[in-house]
């Protein structure tokens, strides 16, 4: 870097690859290297990338710092190419007590079933389902949106377009059910979470406490529903170990599943194409909400401005409304185009 440049340089690996090719990025003599999430950039293949920018720094001294929610082999193997004599620290992640925890003997072909029963019987507003694989979480959004609920899945495969639109709509509560791999929900902060469904148990006792740590927050009570096949058993045991705590089983076919059970979201969210690079702002789009569609203000929901476009979480029940204003009327004197997102 040169003289003036920045302190702290922040991107993806393929970026930052991409600038010491071209020259346009000198990081010779930097002091401190930081590599957060590594092991999701490991998953993405980032392997390559991350080598290539360790070679360019030269310092002798320059701390290199792996923060990694899971501790894999490949990390350990990757730290022995860029680390020189690293000190490992581990964070203990205790369980919530207010969380709720239900174990299912279920097997692997009694999954969906069961998981049908589950969302019916309890009806949680809000819940994510963790699978350990993108087939598996593919699978399963697409039996459950055949059995009509509403549902999205969440996995390594999306653009960040794509990522970003799954988690606004599941934040802003117009889809109730996240079905996601365990890299792809990483960072995921959910405000209320009602549920997690674990419909794959983790070989990893840590990442289960990770899991079901998402709901029961802020002092909230959480619900954790967990199945376990035959094969899964040793799992679920040394998750009770580590855990230290004596599990509550269940048969998922003994429940009482109310009548004419829904799970339909409270909001829907509609997309507007105009965002900051239009100078939208969310008093914009609210004004236009409550002044020509006639909304009231506990009718709109959470607003999120991007740089080309606007996502608005309306009431279900006056979706269709909103959207009908809208598309006939304008936002800061300009026409712009509007749609729902289903």
């Not at 794509?162 to 996601?180: P, T, Y």
């Not at 997690?196 to 840590?206: F, G, H, K, R, T």
Request: glycine residues 6%; proline residues 3%; charged residues 25%.
């Amino acid at each position: 870097m040169d003289q003036h440049a920045p302190h702290i340089v922040v991107g993806t690996p393929g970026r930052i690859k991409d600038h010491l090719t071209r020259q346009s990025l000198k990081i010779r003599n930097v002091k401190m290297l930081i590599l957060d999430e590594a092991d999701r950039m490991l998953e993405m293949g980032f392997e390559a990338e991350i080598a290539f920018i360790a070679r360019h720094i030269n310092n002798k001294e320059k701390q290199t710092l792996l923060f990694s929610a899971t501790y894999p082999d490949e990390i350990k193997a990757m730290s022995a190419h860029i680390q020189q004599s690293p000190v490992e620290i581990h964070v203990d992640e205790s369980t919530n007590e207010q969380i709720e925890q239900i174990f299912y003997k279920a097997e692997d072909n009694q999954k969906p079933q069961a998981l049908v029963a589950l969302l019916s019987k309890y009806q949680p507003a809000s819940t994510v389902i963790f699978c350990n694989t993108k087939y598996n979480c593919n699978q399963i959004a697409k039996f459950l949106e055949e059995q009509n609920y509403s549902v999205l899945a969440l996995n390594g495969d999306l653009e960040q377009r794509e990522r970003d639109q799954v988690l606004l709509r599941f934040a802003n509560k117009s889809c109730s059910i996240l079905v996601a791999t365990d890299v792809a929900a990483r960072g995921l902060d959910i405000k209320d979470l009602a549920a997690v469904i674990v419909y794959e148990l983790s070989p990893d006792p840590e990442i289960h406490v990770h899991r079901i740590g998402r709901t029961g927050r802020a002092g909230q009570k959480g619900l954790a529903l967990s199945f376990c096949s035959t094969e899964e058993a040793a799992r679920a045991k040394s998750i009770e170990a580590y855990q230290n705590i004596t599990f509550k089983w269940d048969k998922f076919n003994a429940l009482k599943i109310p009548k004419n059970s829904t799970l339909k979201p409270s909001m829907v969210t509609l997309v507007i194409d105009g965002g900051r690079k239009s100078k939208i702002r969310a008093s914009d789009i609210l004004g236009a909400l409550t002044g020509e569609a006639g909304l009231s203000g506990d009718e709109v929901g959470k607003i999120d401005i991007f740089d080309v476009r606007t996502y608005v979480a309306i009431k279900r029940t006056s979706a269709n409304v909103a959207l009908m204003k809208l598309q006939q009327g304008k936002i800061k004197g300009r026409k712009l185009r509007v749609r729902a997102l289903t």
